[in-house]
């Protein structure tokens, strides 16, 4: 079992910025991916982006391009995502996620753990 807290949602204006963490609870996993999604009301979650167990691979959906950044502090087993150039487009409930695999998927179903979920919202 794998624990997830997210961190670092609230409220901003369009073209701001926010930075959400996650810390994971445990790192028994030899390969593994840890990775954002984002769910606005009556949509479908969606793949935001995701991160290797070593840094190495990185994925980052198109809508958020150029504005957003993963990271990881292997040692700390914590998860950032920084978030530059918000829209209201962006407005959603952000969830960390973890799978363990050593391959990515964009598949919210496929993916074994998740946090509770932090809302980000940006004002026009």
């Known amino acids: 079992q794998v624990q997830l807290v997210e961190s670092g949602g609230g409220l901003v204006q369009a073209g701001g910025s926010l930075r959400l963490s996650c810390a994971a609870s445990r790192r028994t996993f030899s390969m593994y991916y840890m990775g954002w999604f984002r769910q606005a009301p009556g949509e479908e979650r969606e793949f935001v982006a995701a991160?290797?167990?070593?840094?190495?691979?990185?994925y980052l959906a198109d809508s958020v391009k150029g504005r957003f950044t993963i990271s990881r502090d292997i040692a700390r087993n914590t998860m950032t995502l920084q978030m530059n150039s918000l829209s209201p487009e962006d407005t959603a409930v952000y969830y960390c996620a973890f799978r363990n695999s050593d391959t990515v998927t964009t598949t919210h179903v496929s993916w074994d753990y998740w946090g509770q979920g932090t809302q980000v919202t940006v004002s026009s």
């Open positions: 991160i290797s167990w070593r840094s190495d691979r990185k």
